[in-house]
């Protein structure tokens, strides 16, 4: 069975720090492209943040919301894509995402929640 389950969410502080974990199960996680993606209350999804499949280079990329104090990596042998995020602000509240991509985000996991507050 094809998998994605998120963890890691939670209450963080303004300025704090989180880490973002994505299991993934039943496809070969190291073939694929993945993504973060986020909801915030009442509002659209909003793409965060891409993992590519290279042998070299830069391998992410990050929104303008996230860049510069995101990252993210993955764990081939764990099968496992995390986003950490520093300095998080109130507006980084949502239901965080990691999705598949291949020809769209074609699978999704349920999502954890992040809630940024003081």
């Known amino acids: 069975e094809v998998q994605l389950v998120e963890s890691g969410g939670g209450l963080v502080q303004p300025g704090g720090s989180l880490r973002l974990s994505c299991v993934v199960s039943?496809?070969?996680?190291?073939?694929?492209?993945m993504t973060w993606v986020r909801q915030a209350p009442g509002k659209g999804l909003e793409w965060i943040s891409l993992?590519?499949?290279?042998?070299?280079?830069?391998?992410?990329s990050y929104a303008v919301s996230v860049k510069g104090r995101s990252t993210i990596y993955r764990d081939n042998d764990k099968s496992t894509l995390y986003l950490q995020m520093n300095s998080v602000k109130p507006e980084d509240t949502a239901v965080y995402y990691c999705?598949?991509?291949?020809?769209?985000?074609?699978?999704w996991g349920k999502g954890t929640l992040v809630t940024v507050s003081g």
């Open positions: 039943g496809f070969t996680f190291s073939s694929y492209f």
């Open positions: 993992s590519r499949v290279s042998s070299g280079g830069d391998n992410s």
């Open positions: 999705a598949r991509l291949y020809r769209g985000m074609d699978i």
